[in-house]
């Protein structure tokens, strides 16, 4: 059998090496706001960007106006995140089916969170309205969760005049509303207002400057986030590094590997200072460095120039 044309091993060999099969990663493109929250370690605006413990969990997404929001996405639903303190490692949430004192409505579904993640539930006080009466009788795992002394707020809650859209007269009486505080969530991760009897519900993390005044509350869900042993004191320490340099801590795939995305396209495994003096440490910003699969791939190609080289051979001489 007479062996194939060099001439054609060597344009297949051409085409081989355009092909993206030896590419070794997706391209990462990740921002340091989205929308006008800014976005820091451990939140990421994409995949490969931020940690991986919270992707997809916190994602950059559009919001109902068109423009750009951090959502948290839990099994009962998606809320956007309004605040971030990084020093407390807390986020504040909104639930689209949440009532305010401007706007009241009824919710179709639970809130919730998922145990597995690295959140759990803040600071928050619950008022759940709308409830049957007695509010003595609502229980979580058994436990009752109304507290009395804090009927002053479902007074004060039942002054607003949106209060007739969750079917209640104004002013009315404080006997279905019931402040759960501090809040907790039952077995499954959630606030199940249907076995609470509960028809709404509003989450006040701050009364404000002025407590009897509901339009100035602060409303939403704390929510505690932590990164747990994924981050280490080197991943910390590098990210540092990366974010002082102007640079978005992220990971490389498969191996969830700390990248440091730089701009100008490239990432690195320091940070963006060291594009110039480190350049074994940098990749482009649509690869990644080295795996055991680039290395089997430049095995095979070195094999495919060894054997070109041996078939020129043969023609010359």
């Known amino acids: 059998m007479t062996p194939p044309s060099p001439i054609l091993l060597i344009h297949f060999f051409l085409l081989f090496l355009s092909s993206p099969m030896i590419a070794t990663g997706a391209a990462v493109s990740c921002r340091d706001t989205c929308g006008s929250t800014p976005v820091k370690y451990p939140f990421g605006t994409g995949p490969g960007c931020g940690s991986p413990l919270f992707h997809p969990y916190i994602t950059c997404s559009r919001n109902a106006t068109g423009g750009d929001q951090l959502f948290l996405t839990t099994h009962t639903g998606s809320y956007p995140v309004t605040t971030i303190s990084y020093t407390a490692s807390t986020i504040t949430i909104t639930p689209p089916c949440m009532s305010t004192c401007t706007f ?17 539930l803040g600071s928050s006080t619950f008022i759940l309205l709308s409830c049957e009466p007695p509010t003595s009788s609502l229980a979580v795992k058994y436990t009752p969760i109304c507290d009395l002394s804090y009927d002053h707020l479902c007074a004060t809650l039942y002054t607003c005049p949106s209060v007739v859209s969750i079917g209640l007269p104004l002013f009315a009486p404080t006997n279905t509303c019931c402040v759960y505080s501090p809040a907790n969530l039952d077995e499954e ?15 006040v993390m701050s009364l404000g400057d002025n407590p009897t005044d509901p339009t100035r509350w602060e409303y939403g869900v704390a929510v505690k986030y932590s990164s747990g042993s994924l981050d280490n004191s080197a991943v910390s320490s590098k ?4 974010e ?12 969830n590997s700390f990248v440091c995305v730089c701009k100008g396209g490239f990432n690195t495994s320091l940070d963006c200072s060291n594009q110039n003096q480190n350049p074994d440490f940098l990749w482009a910003s649509d690869s990644a460095p080295f795996s055991t699969r680039d290395r089997v791939w430049s095995w095979i190609l070195a094999e495919l120039v060894w054997y070109l080289v041996m078939m020129l051979n043969r023609e010359v001489f």
Not at 244 to 255: E, K, N
């Open 244 to 255: 002082i340099s102007g640079g978005i801590c992220g990971y490389s795939l498969p191996g």
């Open 239 to 242: 990210c540092n590094s990366c």
């Open 189 to 203: 991760g959630e606030l199940n207002l249907r076995s609470l009897k509960c028809r709404a519900y509003t989450s």
């Open 104 to 120: 009241m409505q009824t919710s179709p579904t639970n809130f919730g969170l998922d145990w597995t993640t690295p959140f759990q």
